[in-house]
């Protein structure tokens, strides 16, 4: 029960004590607290109807003892004290349960601002927003924990000592902070779709909060991209159920069973589609959602209109070059065109060499290999791509390709 509370609510949790408290470093240890108290006391006690204020009360008063304990009590944490210990137990009224959900939102922000480093605000946001671990982030990013640490680290000190507001920007703020906190959300449902590591295939519990957080934006500013994203995650998450065997193996698109694809997400992820692609003003995300609308329009991978996925690959490699981009754009010319065609792209995007330890690129050459009848080949590759992945599933299927193969 604690172990699921946390990894659902503690991102919320989180971020209404950073509002509570201000501080980062303060909000986390008086949360972890919070937790070990809960761990204490609910065997005891029962817990609570509703455990997420009572986490949230607990750790603003592990905090004020914290705050009391220190060796430099000044004047502003005195001030901050009696703040805290004036709100008594609001946090348990209907009041805080109904501003929990927008905290979230102005984290994201506060996070997000100009202030800081692009690549700062990024991985900030993943780690204190969304609770995922650093070395989660850091495969996102194909950069080294150690990395991602310090990027966290001096995004924190930079909010401190610059006193970056905990709030929604002004309306004239908002386009200025839009694009990194598209990336937020675009990446967190990414771990949630496909998860970097572990047992499952997917974390519906991530997937569910980037959309919800995809649709808080979209309120907020419904600009093309915002729709776009928003789009491209229904559209994906639409195919949830029918991406695992009830044993949990992988099952790829083209085995997929679609009459389990969420229909009502599909629709809605069409309509928010046309309403981007209808503005002429948009980008990758939407880009990217018209790829996954012709997957969902497509009642088997044989009638997939692949030479239509191949022209959008085609417009975001332009507006978005990038080698997972190429090599997505590989794959579709392999179905349009044939896994020789395939093959000498995918040569092409692995020689430059960014894509070397990605295990994706690894598999999808050996799979070329294996349509080619080329069957040593298709090993190696699927053995390079096996040492790459994290995912127990993602294992599982590669090692399966390989018995295949012999």
Same mark, same amino acid.
Request: hydrophobic share 50%; net charge positive.
């Given at each position: 029960m604690l172990d699921s509370l946390y990894r659902v609510d503690s991102g !919320? +949790?989180?971020a209404t004590l950073i509002r509570l408290l201000? %501080? #980062?470093d303060l909000a986390e240890e008086a949360m972890h607290e919070a937790f070990a108290a809960a761990l204490s006391v609910w065997p005891k006690s029962g817990v609570p109807d509703n455990p997420r204020p009572?986490? +949230?009360?607990? @750790? !603003? #008063?592990? @905090? *004020? %003892?914290t705050l009391r304990r220190g060796a430099r009590f000044d004047a502003s944490q005195d001030e901050l004290v009696r703040y805290l210990e004036a709100r008594g137990s609001s946090a348990e009224g209907s009041e805080e349960e109904d501003t929990i959900e927008d905290d979230r939102l102005r984290l994201i922000f506060t996070c997000c601002h100009p202030t800081l480093p692009p690549e700062a605000r990024v991985a900030l946001t993943l780690r204190e927003v969304c609770g995922l671990a650093t070395e989660e982030i850091a495969k996102a990013f194909l950069i080294t924990p150690s990395t991602l640490a310090q990027r966290v680290v001096r995004a924190k000190a930079k909010i401190r000592d610059a006193r970056i507001p905990y709030q929604v920007p002004s309306p004239q703020e908002l386009p200025e902070r839009l694009d990194a906190v598209l990336q937020v959300i675009y990446l967190v449902f990414n771990e949630g779709y496909s998860a970097a590591a572990g047992a499952e295939v997917t974390r519906a519990e991530l997937t569910a909060e980037a959309i919800r957080l995809g649709r808080l934006v979209s309120a907020l500013l419904p600009e093309p991209e915002v729709l776009g994203l928003l789009s491209l995650m229904l559209l994906q998450e639409s195919r949830r159920a029918a991406r695992t065997s009830p044993a949990g193996d992988l099952i790829l698109l083209e085995n997929q069973d679609r009459s389990l694809w969420n229909r009502e997400q599909i629709a809605e992820g069409v309509t928010l589609l046309a309403k981007a692609l209808k503005s002429r003003r948009f980008g990758s995300y939407t880009l990217q959602a018209a790829i996954a609308a012709?997957?969902?329009g497509a009642e088997s991978v044989a009638v997939t209109d692949w030479p239509q996925i191949v022209a959008l690959y085609d417009q975001l490699v332009r507006i978005q070059p990038s080698p997972v981009v190429e090599l997505n754009r590989a794959v579709a010319i392999a179905m349009r065109d044939g896994p020789e065609a395939g093959l000498t792209h995918i040569d092409a995007v692995l020689e430059h060499g960014e894509l070397a330890n990605y295990y994706l690129a690894h598999s999808a050459r050996a799979d070329m290999y294996r349509r080619l009848g080329r069957t040593a080949e298709a090993r190696s590759s699927y053995e390079k791509a096996l040492k790459l992945t994290q995912q127990v599933p993602e294992q599982q299927f590669l090692?399966?390709? *390989?018995r295949q193969l012999k």
């Open positions: !919320r +949790i989180l201000g %501080d #980062f009572w986490l +949230i009360s607990t @750790a !603003r #008063f592990k @905090a *004020i %003892d012709v997957h969902a090692q399966e390709r *390989i």
